[in-house]
């Protein structure tokens, strides 16, 4: 039975979320140099459209339709068989292909996150090439191992409201090996590199933080209890999470700074999003304020003392949140909350956290090697990275020949 | 002739141009400049990891003059810049060798005013 | 007492502000400018439509000196800046009649330190 409500929540919820890829554009545009803001906004937008075809074509269907433990099947190519009525597998009250364009955002936004570990010296081709295959081979199977119907870890009982494993992990561990085998940018270390808009950084946030109720709400699939509870503690989280960040840096470095508070609740809004529909208001408080904590460890101190040049922090902020709250399901999780979910540590279901942890070990594997090898693959066949020369001039002009902005006039 | 370049702090610009008026010194090209003389930079922080910062925000004003307004120029500059702390900046003189104003091709001092 | 100007290539100015460091000259202007020599520019296209975007982005550097400073200056502007490409810069020097320390009022060569 397909409900109105249930049905103008989701497609409005798949609206936000579209929002998110171009909010991330500006969160990533605005701390890269001035050369290289449309090279950003470019992948971004990019994978927007790319993804979407690649969704429509065969993603869909080898992320969600009935398959093996691995993958999908393919019996819906082309969106074959997906229609408008409801697939009671995923959402009993919605048209199916309300739930198809739902998921399709989804699909967007994971490769357009490990944009920030590569900016300012990826070449447009490859990325192409890179975000094609990497949806292909990592985003369909992962999700379908998660949230698809015969997925393994479905099956083994892990738990991932929104996508923490799917997306956050999932991005950031392939951002990690991206940032690992490109290299580092020329003078990093070396020199300085500012954000070069931070104002731009800050609407980005704004853009996304709006887009993610959409992405936690949403992620209930209809307009019910559910959806209100992984509203509130969005909100919540994303709240306590650019506030602790703030402070901390208010009390390491004597000033709190706007790219630290909207970093920490970027941080926040990460890693409430596998816990949105199993944990309660004040388990929300303390994910956010720990999810800070955890990513400004990663930021301001192990990435500069091993060196690897994860330029906007995508591996620092969204994996590390992504980790720390898929665990907290584990501890936070209660079926008070969501009947269908499962109690972890703290009401009493110690097996819960085993459980997520070897989702979240799984996924970092698989996305850690399987980035590796796609990468490889495209360095050896076209080259990856642009020519030094290129790169002083800035991606904008070496692989657009468009400037975002003028000096003069 | 003589070329004027001042570097001053942006925040003393309007007392700067305020004074040249009064000095009848109206023709002047202003343009934002990052310098760093004795005043030492500051250091900024992004997420966490800090960076020295030496380059500080100033205005670099260019006005060419002849003889006669040097001094006037000079004594308006720092009338309008001065406040006695560092980093008030500085004024170079530097000889012109020669002006031209482009719509009407007159040269020397007359094209100067 | 001399002015040293010098147009460098703009992912070369931390390197050339080492070596400025370096070599004990600390007082510098830093401006963007347009500007273009040998190097050809980047034809940029808007929407189907060619601009022949044959100005480059580039920074300008201001350097008031006394007379031994000179060569350590230019050497380290060199040796920043230079790639042994061409858009590498160039480096031009004017006499300076004049120099004002604005807080002091102080004039010449002691201003200029």
């Known amino acids: 039975m397909i409900n109105a409500g249930d049905t103008a929540f989701v497609l409005l919820s798949a609206g936000l979320v579209m929002l998110m890829t171009p909010g991330l554009a500006f969160f990533y545009g605005g701390m890269v140099r001035r050369k290289n803001i449309l090279g950003v906004l470019m992948q971004c937008f990019t994978a927007l459209c790319v993804i979407t075809l690649q969704w429509v074509f065969f993603g869909y269907s080898l992320s969600f339709a009935p398959g093996t433990g691995f993958w999908g099947g393919l019996q819906w190519l082309g969106l074959n068989g997906v229609g408008l009525e409801p697939n009671a597998d995923y959402a009993g009250t919605i048209p199916h292909q309300a739930f198809m364009i739902y998921q399709a955002m989804f699909a967007i936004i994971t490769p357009a996150l490990i944009i920030g570990a590569f900016a300012e010296r990826m070449k447009f081709s490859a990325f192409l090439v890179f975000s094609i295959l990497w949806a292909t081979l990592v985003y369909n199977p992962v999700c379908h ?88 503690v969005t909100q919540i989280a994303a709240a306590a999470g650019g506030l602790s960040w703030a402070f901390i840096e208010w009390y390491l470095n004597g000033k709190p700074t706007i790219f630290g508070t909207v970093s920490g609740a970027v941080a926040g809004l990460a890693t409430i999003t596998p816990a949105a529909g199993f944990v309660g208001p004040i388990p929300a408080v303390v994910i956010g304020l720990f999810a800070s904590v955890f990513c400004y460890i990663a930021v301001a101190y192990i990435k500069p003392k091993l060196g690897y040049d994860d330029s906007l922090d995508a591996f620092g902020v969204h994996c590390i949140g992504g980790i720390f709250g898929s665990l907290a399901v584990g501890f936070f999780a209660s079926k008070a909350i969501n009947p269908a979910g499962a109690d972890g540590l703290f009401f009493g279901n110690a097996h819960q956290l085993k459980i997520q942890a070897i989702g979240v070990l799984a996924t970092a594997a698989y996305s850690f090697i399987a980035t590796f090898i796609i990468y490889k693959v495209i360095d050896a066949v076209i080259g990856v990275r642009v020519s030094e020369k290129e790169e002083s001039l800035g991606l904008d002009l070496a692989q657009h020949r468009e400037g975002a902005y003028t000096v003069l006039e | 002739m003589k070329l004027i370049i001042a570097m001053i702090q942006p925040h003393k610009l309007p007392d700067v141009k305020k004074a040249l008026f009064e000095a009848d010194v109206h023709k002047m090209t202003v343009t934002n400049a990052l310098g760093c003389g004795q005043q030492r930079g500051f250091s900024e922080t992004y997420r966490g990891v800090i960076t020295e910062v030496n380059l500080l925000k100033k205005v670099r004003l260019e006005i060419a003059v002849n003889e006669e307004f040097v001094e006037p120029t000079i004594k308006a500059i720092i009338r309008g810049a001065k406040t006695g702390n560092i980093g008030d900046g500085k004024i170079f003189v530097t000889t012109l060798d020669e002006c031209i104003r482009i719509r009407t091709g007159e040269k020397g001092s007359a094209a100067i005013g | 007492m001399k002015l040293i100007i010098a147009i460098i290539q703009p992912d070369k100015l931390e390197d050339v502000k080492d070596e400025l460091y370096h070599a004990d000259v600390n007082l510098i202007t830093v401006s963007e400018v347009m500007g273009h020599g040998r190097q050809k520019g980047v034809t940029e296209v808007y929407r189907g439509a060619k601009e022949m975007g044959n100005l480059l982005r580039k920074i300008r550097l201001e350097i008031a000196v006394n007379e031994e400073f000179v060569e350590s200056t230019i050497k380290a502007i060199v040796k920043g800046a230079k790639t042994g490409e061409t858009g590498d810069g160039k480096i031009f020097i004017l006499d300076l009649a004049e120099c004002v320390r604005i807080r002091t009022e102080e004039r010449g060569t002691i201003a200029i330190g």
Do not use: M
């Open chain 1, 145 to 232: 191992w998660v949230w698809g119907v015969g997925g393994w870890l479905r099956n083994l009982g892990v738990l991932d409201f929104a996508g923490g494993i799917v997306v956050h992990i999932n991005a950031g561990i392939a951002a990690l090996v991206t940032a690992l085998v490109i290299g580092k940018r020329k003078n990093f270390g070396h020199h300085p590199i500012p954000p070069h808009n931070l104002p731009f950084t800050a609407l980005g946030t704004g853009l996304l933080w709006f887009g993610w109720f959409g992405f936690n709400a949403g992620s209930a699939l209809a307009a019910n209890g559910l959806a209100v509870n992984a509203f509130v």
